[in-house]
């Protein structure tokens, strides 16, 4: 399969594939591949084979990657989420160099272990600041960490109480703010942090994580909704960035 991309600030894609035709393997033969893109995508080229880096060789254990994320303010910086395949234990790799060299990073302040390790969302905004969504143990919570130092040191900024399935997650920035799309609903998230406003919720049907990044018109957030009940009716709205109809 093929997983997450991202671009970094001189053109070059950076992608996560995997010898498993199943995103969520029960075992794998093989970790998953970084590869860095480049002439728009035309010439690829492997630049890192997931091991236990950093983790220690634990037989039969390969692990896989979910999610990649280059820092907007430094390209040599590159961070890849992923886990390990029998306890599913969250794992966090890391190049300084462009992609060329990769570390194993043992993060503090957020969960590792198997259950509470289920992250939902990845990303950087665009001061350098890593931001990660990640459940509690019964999937009953969400909750929002950021990072200042590339996914070393984690710190909690918010919480909510949630149903026991939670599928589309996102962390995206736009118009000055950073936006957690999580299943039914969209907070607009202050540019420190601290101030989470809810800015939408679909009731029992839920956001469309596309349409969220996506800038179709300064001023506003786009998000679509779709129908829990239905595959045939879904909606798009947009909502002006102050939140004030």
């Given at each position: ?51 236990q880096d950093g983790f220690g060789v634990i ?46 990073v043992v993060p503090t302040g957020i969960s ?134």
């Amino acid at each position: 399969y093929a997983q997450d991309i991202d671009i970094d600030s001189a053109g070059n894609y950076w992608a996560i594939t995997s010898d498993e035709a199943d995103a969520n393997p029960v075992s794998t033969t093989l970790g998953s591949r970084i590869w860095k893109g480049t002439e728009n995508g035309r010439v690829w080229t492997q630049k890192f084979l997931l091991g236990q880096d950093g983790f220690g060789v634990i037989v039969g254990r390969k692990p896989q990657a979910w999610n990649i994320a280059v820092n907007p303010t430094n390209s040599n910086i590159i961070v890849v989420h992923g886990s390990e395949t029998i306890t599913n234990g969250t794992r966090f790799w890391r190049s300084i160099d462009g992609g060329e060299t990769w570390t194993g990073v043992v993060p503090t302040g957020i969960s590792t272990n198997s259950v509470a390790g289920r992250v939902r969302a990845f990303g950087y905004n665009a001061a350098g600041v890593l931001s990660i969504s990640q459940s509690n143990n019964a999937n009953t919570e969400q909750r929002f960490h950021d990072s200042a130092d590339n996914g070393s040191t984690w710190t909690q900024r918010f919480a909510f109480s949630s149903g026991t399935t939670v599928h589309q997650q996102m962390i995206f920035d736009a118009e000055g703010y950073d936006w957690w799309l999580t299943e039914d609903r969209l907070y607009r998230v202050s540019p420190d942090h601290l101030t989470f406003t809810l800015a939408a919720q679909a009731s029992v049907d839920f956001l469309s994580s596309e349409l969220t990044a996506i800038n179709v018109e300064a001023g506003y957030v786009y998000l679509g909704i779709d129908c829990a009940a239905c595959a045939t009716i879904h909606s798009i709205y947009k909502r002006p960035i102050d939140l004030s109809t």
